[in-house]
């Protein structure tokens, strides 16, 4: 039986373009204009998305994102208003790839780039804008599963192990899987508030992986061979790994194309994988929410201890600085090994507000005593950080 066509689509800007995420209407307008113009001459779609009750609409003539948008998030009704506009156009002349956000207009628009990975992550920020603002909602960039009915959100720079955290407890005969990258929690109001327990929600349908993930869970190979794929490497000559005729400098062993394989999953730090959670491992070990029962941090160095219990101000302080080491295939390579600062580990957050973002999760450690812990990923292996997370779980 003959396999279906690989689903892949190399991108020209292969990770985030420049981007000006507080853009003067009066700078925004005329480049929105130049987008239109372009959209308009090229045929194009608009689509809506529902993100936790937020309609933001999509208008793109790029058939890449337009896929992978109408398969990463739940549809809105047809005559819902949005309350976020992006733009995404290719073909705009004399302009370099570009992103521009303008908040009085809570519009995002996006220049000569089909990368989704901005795209999605700006939607997101988008939603995450007014929720803050109109549903008393705080946003976070972290993982979120299910153990045994407790639930655990997973937040950490890029590259720590969230996602192989996560999928550590999904993988557990008594572990759900949530999402690996975002969950919006609502902060209920109200004399009986605190009595309700804080709930941590999905709003996308499918997971953005990063492909590399199958290079140490070789199972995920049969998962992304049918799913929709970005930047994954299809030739041999384009792999900087090759070790002599038939090796592999990255792994160690043969290389997977002498091995008859016609994709490398992990041959480019960037190359991702648009997965419906459900086709995993079925529906019944996927959950749209989890109740917040621990938050757990992780950071990735060769000196910290293991683990560490954190007060509430040690988890705001942590989170707040947001240090982390910049990984290969997170931003631009001559950035990588060097230091950097993500604030909340979220670089999502467009319309950023520190002290209410310390509000939040203050809240959440103190009026709703959520313990948090830290990991330190570099200084022992993925299976004994799942084993601390699962006694931690176990003690709360």
């Given at each position: 039986?003959?396999?279906?066509?690989?689903?892949?689509?190399?991108?020209?800007?292969?990770?985030?373009?420049?981007?000006?995420?507080?853009?003067?209407?009066?700078?925004?307008?005329?480049?929105?204009?130049?987008?239109?113009?372009?959209?308009?001459?090229?045929?194009?779609?608009?689509?809506?998305?529902?993100?936790?009750?937020?309609v933001v609409e999509l208008s793109t003539n790029s058939a890449h994102q337009a896929g992978f948008w109408s398969h990463n998030w739940w549809k809105a009704e047809a005559l819902a208003p949005p309350k976020a506009r992006i733009y995404s156009a290719i073909g705009v002349e004399g302009i370099e790839p570009s992103a521009y956000y303008c908040p009085e207009l809570r519009e995002a628009l996006?220049?000569?780039?089909?990368?989704?990975?901005?795209?999605?992550?700006?939607?997101?920020?988008?939603a995450a804008a007014v929720l803050e603002k109109e549903a008393n909602t705080l946003s976070i960039h972290g993982a979120t599963a299910l153990y045994k009915g407790k639930g655990v959100v997973i937040v950490a720079p890029t590259g720590t192990g969230k996602t192989t955290q996560s999928f550590k407890i999904f993988m557990d005969p008594d572990g759900k899987i949530c999402g690996d990258d975002w969950a919006y929690v609502r902060f209920p109001s109200g004399a009986t508030a605190k009595s309700s327990p804080l709930v941590a929600r999905q709003p996308e349908r499918s997971l953005y992986m990063r492909s590399e993930s199958q290079k140490e869970q070789g199972w995920l190979g049969e998962v992304f061979d049918r799913s929709m794929n970005e930047n994954v490497t299809t030739r041999k000559e384009d792999c900087e790994y090759t070790e002599g005729d038939v090796g592999c400098s990255l792994t160690g062993k043969k290389c997977v194309f002498n091995e008859g394989r016609h994709q490398c999953y992990y041959s480019f730090g960037n190359s991702r994988a648009l997965v419906r959670r459900d086709d995993i491992l079925g529906?019944?070990?996927?959950?749209?929410?989890?109740?917040?029962?621990?938050?757990?941090?992780?950071?990735?160095?060769?000196?910290?201890?293991?683990?560490?219990?954190?007060?509430?101000?040690?988890?705001?302080?942590?989170?707040?600085?947001?240090?982390?080491?910049?990984?290969?295939?997170?931003?631009?390579?001559?950035?990588?090994?060097?230091?950097?600062?993500?604030?909340?580990?979220n670089p999502y957050l467009l319309e950023p507000d520190n002290a209410r973002q310390a509000t939040f999760f203050r809240s959440m450690f103190e009026d709703w005593k959520v313990p948090c812990m830290i990991l330190n990923t570099g200084v022992e292996g993925i299976q004994q950080s799942h084993e601390r997370i699962v006694a931690a779980l176990g003690s709360v």
């Open positions: 039986m003959a396999l279906p066509p690989f689903n892949n689509y190399v991108t020209q800007s292969r990770a985030r373009v420049k981007g000006k995420k507080n853009t003067p209407k009066a700078e925004f307008l005329p480049l929105l204009a130049r987008a239109k113009s372009a959209l308009d001459g090229s045929g194009f779609g608009s689509m809506k998305a529902d993100l936790n009750g937020v996006f220049l000569n780039t089909e990368y989704y990975g901005q795209c999605k992550s700006w939607a997101l920020g988008m529906s019944e070990k996927v959950v749209d929410e989890v109740p917040i029962n621990l938050v757990v941090l992780l950071r990735r160095d060769d000196h910290s201890p293991a683990e560490a219990k954190l007060t509430p101000d040690q988890s705001i302080s942590i989170l707040q600085r947001g240090e982390y080491m910049v990984l290969p295939g997170a931003g631009p390579k001559e950035q990588w090994g060097s230091i950097s600062y993500e604030p909340w580990y």
